[in-house]
């Protein structure tokens, strides 16, 4: 893995690496509920759990469902939303189709499961985990560590309920091991104060040994955060980004990342990677397309890598032809039509129910602009209106297009 680039930091790399070389291990990884769905920059993570369970080792994913009622504070510049009980459970729901795409769950010794810290987070008396725990934790040591400065730093005020979030996510660290023998946490360089804590937690209570390991934050070329592209968060399910779109995102891979991203999002052998490590420029295109075919085959699988290539060569004019069935779809529903204009929409609201712009000023200024086209036919008016009538030709669908490579299929709902 440290030939691929996944390692940054480590507790205690020589012991860790004994260990592990002893006998298998179970290593565990945790996410907060506070979204349907997880981002790209997440899968670095998910990758390591991925590489560490095809070495023999064992899974374990922990989903924050008590974690998440209080809000980890690490890179924010504000409070977390607090949710209700109801929405953290769907959106556990929605995260556990995402891991199962990656680890092979069951009840084997190194099956992959799924455990959720509100088991134990939820029925804690709050006066005896003070005095069991809290008397191990100090202020001054919380204090040193970079997440917590740098939210002490912000204008936003740092509340005493997100304070909490260090001792929680320690003792999830020392109550897996009780309960399923784990002994690393993995998690991104953002998280190393509460993993180093938690492994400093498990030594005050004569638990262990315990290990953290921390990959690199991941960024573009041109010193982005991964995980966004031009048109918002990169989501790894498919109901927020479609396949085609996700495909998309890894094709369009500046040259000076493409090497790197084969190693750490891909399975493809290192020797192959290493042959093309010597190529540039054009040279590269078709090493974009393997890196997004092997990606998004990790992901959705590879069934639906036959329909995005044959849209990709429809759009792009390597073939003719009309296959467009990989992209994204928005059917328009009753209340995105204009009744004064006789059930009509308008092509700047279409734009930004695409997803295309952000707002109806924005999709106008792109249509005067010239960027915005239908069916390959450019729109010169920015209040130009599609009808029923316009989508009857094309089977109830129409392409839209902003730029070279956004595009969408506009739907008319069957019942209007």
């Known amino acids: 893995m440290s030939e691929r680039g996944f390692l940054h930091q480590c507790t205690d790399f020589r012991g860790l690496d004994?260990?592990?070389?002893?006998?298998?291990?179970?290593?565990y990884l945790g996410f907060d509920a506070t979204a349907?769905?997880?981002?790209?920059?997440?899968?670095?993570?998910?990758?390591?759990?991925?590489?560490?369970?095809?070495?023999?080792?064992?899974?374990?994913?922990?989903v924050g469902g008590g974690t998440t009622k209080v809000g980890d504070p690490t890179g924010k510049d504000e409070s977390r939303k607090l949710l209700t009980?109801?929405?953290?459970?769907?959106?556990?729901?929605?995260?556990?189709r995402v891991f199962e795409k990656f680890l092979v769950f069951g009840n084997g010794p190194t099956d992959a499961i799924l455990v959720n810290n509100a088991d134990w987070l939820d029925g804690l008396n709050y006066l005896s985990f003070l005095r069991d725990y809290g008397r191990l934790f100090t202020i001054n040591r919380m204090l040193s560590f970079d997440s917590v400065k740098q939210r002490l730093e912000r204008e936003q005020p740092f509340s005493f309920l997100e304070f909490n979030y260090i001792l929680l996510q320690s003792y999830d660290f020392?109550?897996?091991?009780?309960?399923?023998?784990?002994?690393?946490?993995?998690?991104?360089?953002?998280?190393?104060?509460?993993?180093?804590?938690?492994?400093?937690?498990?030594?005050?209570?004569?638990?262990?040994?315990?290990?953290?390991?921390?990959?690199?934050?991941?960024?573009?070329?041109?010193?982005?955060?991964?995980?966004?592209?031009?048109?918002?968060?990169?989501?790894l399910n498919k109901e927020l980004l479609s396949e085609y779109d996700y495909w998309q995102f890894?094709?369009?891979?500046?040259?000076?990342?493409?090497?790197?991203?084969?190693?750490?999002?891909?399975?493809v052998p290192l020797s192959q990677i290493q042959e093309w490590e010597r190529l540039e420029g054009?040279?590269?295109?078709?090493?974009?397309?393997?890196?997004?075919?092997?990606?998004?085959?990790?992901?959705?699988?590879?069934?639906c890598l036959q329909d995005i290539h044959a849209t990709v060569q429809n759009l792009f004019g390597r073939q003719g032809g009309d296959d467009l069935q990989s992209l994204p779809k928005v059917v328009l529903e009753a209340n995105a039509f204009n009744q004064e204009e006789g059930k009509a929409i308008y092509?700047?609201?279409?734009?930004?129910?695409?997803?295309?712009?952000?707002?109806?000023?924005?999709?106008?200024?792109?249509?005067?602009a010239g960027g915005v086209r239908l069916n390959d036919q450019k729109v010169t008016d920015e209040y130009a209106l599609l009808h029923q009538s316009d989508f009857a030709v094309q089977d109830g669908k129409l392409k839209l297009s902003s730029g070279k490579k956004k595009h969408a299929l506009i739907v008319w709902p069957a019942s209007a």
């Open 282 to 303: 054009s040279a590269l295109n078709d090493v974009k397309v393997v890196l997004a075919d092997e990606a998004t085959k990790l992901l959705h699988g590879p069934d």
């Open 347 to 368: 092509v700047y609201d279409a734009l930004v129910r695409a997803n295309m712009t952000t707002s109806k000023a924005e999709a106008r200024r792109l249509i005067k």
């Open 85 to 96: 009980d109801e929405t953290i459970n769907d959106n556990i729901a929605s995260l556990t």
């Open 36 to 62: 349907k769905s997880l981002h790209v920059g997440s899968l670095l993570q998910i990758m390591i759990l991925r590489h560490l369970q095809k070495a023999g080792h064992k899974p374990v994913v922990l």
């Open 18 to 27: 004994e260990s592990m070389t002893k006998e298998p291990i179970v290593a």
């Open 250 to 267: 890894w094709r369009n891979t500046a040259d000076a990342d493409v090497i790197r991203f084969l190693k750490l999002f891909t399975e």
């Open 174 to 235: 020392v109550e897996l091991h009780r309960r399923h023998k784990a002994s690393l946490q993995l998690g991104g360089s953002d998280q190393w104060g509460n993993i180093v804590s938690g492994v400093e937690l498990g030594r005050k209570v004569g638990v262990g040994p315990l290990f953290g390991l921390t990959a690199p934050l991941i960024t573009t070329s041109d010193g982005k955060k991964m995980g966004k592209s031009v048109s918002g968060a990169v989501w």
